[in-house]
């Protein structure tokens, strides 16, 4: 499993982090005496050419187990800058979706300009080539399923689809920050903030 927290100070330090030991109980593992968990990150490389892991991605020759390797990863935290400073650090968990939460968010914060609490909020969709299929939360319009089923798209209905993260620094500098309603959690601040 995976989280992702997103960290700011008032002297410009940004932390965007994500964390995995990959699936429940990562490798079931236990270093004895430490109670520490080991991941099991190796599910991420490509056991065989055209054989899915356990998210269904499939990997090829370039994602092989080799000395020296770190396997393919959806991780992807991220930290947004403007005028040289960053103004926004935004990240996600949920495996092969993170990627997909990540571009959805960024789109909603910067293009349509949403607030974070908006931006962690809205419908979601992924696709990742194979199976090829849309996967998307059920509260996604059925205008828009209906128009996606009509040019030949199969949809998947999902159930659980990761959360996101974000904060974003004001143009009045302040923050603001939310974490997603579909976990447990909540954005919070001291000082200059607005959860």
Partial sequence: HTTHFCVADAEGNWVSCTATINTAFGSKVVIPGTGILLNNEMDDFALAPGVPNHFKLVG????????GKRPLSSMSPTLVMKDDHVVMAIG?????????????GL???LDAKMKPSKVVSQPRFHHQWSPD???MEKSVSAD????LKSIGHAIDDAEDFGTSQILILNSAGTFSGATDPRCVGQAAGTGNSQP
């Fill in 60 to 67: 090829g020759e370039a994602n092989a187990i080799a000395p």
């Fill in 92 to 104: 996600a968990a949920g495996g092969p979706t993170i990627i997909s939460q990540v571009l959805l």
């Fill in 107 to 109: 789109s909603y914060a």
């Fill in 133 to 135: 299929q849309i996967r």
């Fill in 144 to 147: 828009t399923r209906e128009k």
